[in-house]
């Protein structure tokens, strides 16, 4: 079951910072946070992931809250294309992951 | 990470019949996991193929209606049994070659059924 808990949408201006908030206030000590996007009619697309420290790979910026409950992915200069819906899962020492109902991303020109 | 294949792309099917969903991945990997995703909704796993073992399914799924195969290290397919309307769905195929990579997900099937 998904343990995660995003907002259904989101907007943001072309060129600007793009804030994706996830809450996982279950999460435990060994589980890591994942962050996917859906491009419509596409297969999910692996963006990010972290355990405890901040992360920032070519995509995106993952940033982790100290006690772990809560991250935020930043797209740091968004554009049309990052257009997409964003999903957070937690995953733990087992390999499943579960989807939760994600954040639809409309980026505006 | 992984290159997946996966086919049919789509299909348009006629209740009642069944169809078998193909995953070929370029390099060995332990572990396919089978979703679907119903219009306008997220991801739902349906199951985990391990190669040489039965597949072990999520509450609310069941072999007979969606039995997997996993006869080596790069292939599986899912089968659609007895579809109905409310199958019509996308099915993908997810794979983890590396775990610091997460999982690599195949372009799905899109299946209407009629």
């Known amino acids: 079951d998904a343990k995660t808990t995003q907002p259904p949408s989101m907007d943001c201006a072309e060129g600007r910072a793009a804030n994706l908030p996830c809450n996982h206030s279950?999460?435990?000590?060994?589980?890591?946070v994942y962050w996917y996007r859906q491009i419509h009619s596409q297969g999910p697309q692996y963006i990010i992931h972290?355990?405890?420290n901040n992360e920032t790979n070519e995509m995106a910026s993952l940033i982790i809250t100290e006690d772990r409950k809560s991250s935020t992915l930043i797209l740091p200069h968004a554009t049309l294309r990052d257009t997409a819906v964003y999903y957070c899962?937690?995953?733990?020492?087992?390999?499943?992951?579960?989807f939760g109902t994600g954040t639809s991303l409309t980026v505006i020109p | 990470s992984a290159v997946i294949s996966q086919k049919p792309s789509r299909d348009i099917c006629q209740r009642g019949t069944s169809l078998t969903i193909q995953c070929q991945v370029d390099?060995?990997?332990?572990?396919m996991f089978w979703y679907r995703q119903q219009p306008g909704q997220s991801l739902t796993l349906i199951a985990t193929?391990?190669?040489?073992?039965?597949?072990?399914?999520e509450s609310g799924f069941v072999i007979d209606k969606f039995p997997i195969s996993r006869p080596n290290l790069t292939f599986s397919t899912l089968t659609v049994s007895n579809m109905s309307p409310e199958d019509s769905s996308i099915y993908l195929c997810?794979?983890?070659?590396?775990?610091?990579?997460?999982?690599?997900f195949g372009s799905g099937t899109r299946l209407t059924v009629v």
């Open positions: 997810s794979v983890a070659v590396d775990r610091s990579y997460g999982y690599t």
């Open positions: 279950t999460i435990s000590g060994n589980e890591y």
């Open positions: 972290g355990l405890k």
């Open positions: 899962i937690v995953r733990g020492t087992g390999n499943q992951f579960y």
């Open positions: 390099s060995q990997v332990t572990m």
């Open positions: 193929a391990n190669q040489g073992s039965e597949a072990t399914y």
